[in-house]
């Protein structure tokens, strides 16, 4: 059975950085793409990041691009989503996703992801 564990949300102000780390478990990690996702409250889960099966693809969402950067350590089976020049509307509980199917580059389709993790809170408040 696939587990995912996320780890490293909190509260950080405007401007700042915060790191959040998956780890995974049950299958082997390094053969499926992984994913972001993000939901805040009233709203729908959305894409925030992806990456291939093998990390040479990446995708973001065009709200995170060029502050926002997604990586995998296969070694360790974890995945990573560096978060730089956060803004109050970063805020959400987010989510660590992996796809059902190996050998796939990155997609950003919520419904191609069969494992989800139980959520990490970001908070952006001054």
């Known amino acids: 059975q696939v587990q995912l564990v996320e780890s490293g949300g909190g509260l950080v102000q405007p401007g700042g950085s915060l790191r959040l780390s998956c780890a995974a478990s049950g299958r082997t990690f390094s053969l499926y793409a992984m994913g972001w996702f993000r939901q805040s409250p009233g709203k729908e889960r959305e894409f925030v990041s992806a990456i291939g099966w093998n990390a040479k693809s990446t995708l973001y969402a065009d709200s995170v691009k060029g502050r926002f950067s997604i990586s995998r350590d296969n070694a360790e089976s974890m995945m990573y989503l560096q978060m730089n020049s956060l803004k109050p509307e970063d805020t959400a509980v987010y989510y660590c996703?992996?796809?059902?199917?190996?050998?796939?580059?990155?997609?950003?389709?919520?419904?191609?992801?069969?494992?989800w993790g139980q959520g990490t809170q970001v908070t952006v408040s001054s």
């Open positions: 996703a992996a796809h059902g199917r190996p050998y796939l580059n990155a997609t950003w389709r919520k419904a191609q992801y069969a494992h």
